[in-house]
């Protein structure tokens, strides 16, 4: 029953921010990967941001330098500050979690986020 719970999503002004959370309902050690994705109305999904179990990131690049993600393993959250939004970055962004093994993809229901001009 693993469950990925986001939080944080809004409406923002350009230029603003927003720091979204994804709470897993275990260990996120059991995740050797976790992040970001978004998507919109008739697009695949996009990755946003990975975080590795040691630490390592990876970042689109329409988002590197203005959006950071990190984890807390004592909470079992993985979260994305977003600074210097843009009407662009407007999407459902949802958290992802790959398994021990990367043998299966575990999704959030994700967290609408609306960045207005």
């Known amino acids: 029953q693993v469950q990925l719970v986001e939080s944080g999503g809004g409406l923002v002004q350009a230029g603003g921010s927003l720091r979204l959370s994804c709470a897993a309902s275990r260990s996120i050690f059991s995740f050797p990967t976790m992040g970001w994705y978004r998507q919109t109305p008739g697009k695949q999904r996009d990755l946003v941001a990975t975080?590795?179990?040691?630490?390592?990131?990876n970042y689109a690049d329409s988002v590197k330098g203005r959006f950071t993600i990190s984890r807390d393993n004592a909470k079992n959250t993985v979260y994305l500050q977003m600074n210097s939004l843009k009407p662009e970055d407007t999407a459902v962004y949802y958290c992802?979690?790959?398994?021990?093994?990367?043998?299966?993809?575990?999704w959030g229901q994700g967290t609408q986020v609306t960045v207005s001009s």
């Open positions: 975080i590795t179990s040691v630490g390592s990131t």
């Open positions: 992802y979690g790959k398994s021990i093994g990367g043998s299966y993809d575990y």
